[in-house]
């Protein structure tokens, strides 16, 4: 994990890294590559939870990224995007696959429509400093 991640999840509670297994399975999610910062995130913390800045951010573990997308139906109501987390408060954050490189989305998971995406950000990294300095409203 860079040090400028590592260094915006000081009170963040972190778990260990996902295992080889689970990260090559990534590799097998159709039309998904995830960017190298957040398959480095994963490599050494797989998920957490926790404060960065006012925001409250839950990431979830490599191997809970493919059934948590599928039960959120994203395919079926966003399709292009894919889920790796929350805010813990009705709004799940994802990468948007339709462009390269991957944009961060802000979208809610009652009435997820692309419609109601919201760029965040324009990469994992940029998603978590943006949230250091947030006052409450990633919008």
């Known amino acids: ?83 790796f987390g929350s805010n813990g408060g009705g709004e799940g954050f994802g990468f948007d696959t339709r462009s390269t490189p991957y944009k961060v989305v802000q979208v809610p998971f009652i009435g997820m429509e692309l419609k109601y995406a919201s760029h965040v950000a324009d990469s994992f990294l940029d998603l978590l400093e943006k949230m250091s300095r947030s006052d409450g409203s990633l919008l």
């Open 1 to 83: 994990m860079n040090a400028s991640i590592r260094r915006l999840l000081v009170d963040f509670t972190l778990e260990p890294g996902a295992s080889p297994k689970n990260l090559q399975y990534l590799n097998t999610i159709e039309g998904v590559d995830l960017p190298n910062d957040y398959r480095s995130f994963l490599e050494e913390a797989n998920g957490g939870e926790g404060f960065i800045g006012a925001e409250y951010l839950i990431l979830w573990k490599a191997e809970e990224l493919e059934q948590f997308n599928r039960e959120y139906e994203v395919e079926t109501y966003a399709p292009g995007l894919f889920l």
